[in-house]
């Protein structure tokens, strides 16, 4: 895929969650792997509604604050094979066949095959990568923090392995 069919891609997208009345807080195209959108953390509830299903985001919280994302994953590429002490997660994919990689240890199991409306949850801790498949990856993310005083961000990664050298 070219330049111009991610910048498409992020546009149709961002084009989607303003119209469905999303408030889009933070955008990142610049990821070796894609990019990713965060909303606004008072809309929980109402993403919750549209892309898990009416999931109570009351029973998602640790801490008593979650985050909402909707990452992009580029045909090709994978995320760090990565894991988070501030954070589990909850995914859900939109668009397009991604793979997933997960383990309690840092030594990467078989690759998972997930199609638009499987869902996966990641504990605290929980080693994990995504993979471009053969397509563009659109996944929905709640990010659900476990230490209220010390919220995760995007500093919590703990890089296990990275293609990209970071």
Do not use: C
Request: proline residues 3%.
């Amino acid at each position: 895929m070219t330049y111009q069919a991610k910048e498409q891609l992020f546009a149709e997208i961002e084009g989607k969650l303003t119209e469905q009345g999303f408030r889009i807080v933070q955008q990142d195209q610049t990821r070796p792997w894609g990019g990713f959108f965060v909303i606004e953390e008072t809309q929980a509830q109402q993403f919750a509604n549209t892309y898990f299903d009416g999931l109570n985001v009351q029973e998602l919280k640790i801490a008593g604050k979650l985050s909402p994302k909707v990452l992009v994953v580029a045909p090709g590429k994978r995320l760090s094979w990565q894991y988070h002490h501030r954070r589990a997660e909850i995914w859900q994919v939109v668009r397009g066949t991604v793979g997933v990689v997960t383990s309690d240890t840092d030594e990467e199991h078989e690759l998972q095959m997930l199609k638009p409306g499987d869902v996966i949850r990641l504990n605290q801790g929980e080693r994990h990568r995504l993979v471009g498949l053969d397509e563009w990856g659109v996944l929905a993310e709640i990010w659900q923090h476990t230490d209220a005083q010390n919220p995760s961000d995007e500093d919590d990664i703990v890089r296990v392995q990275d293609d990209f050298g970071r």
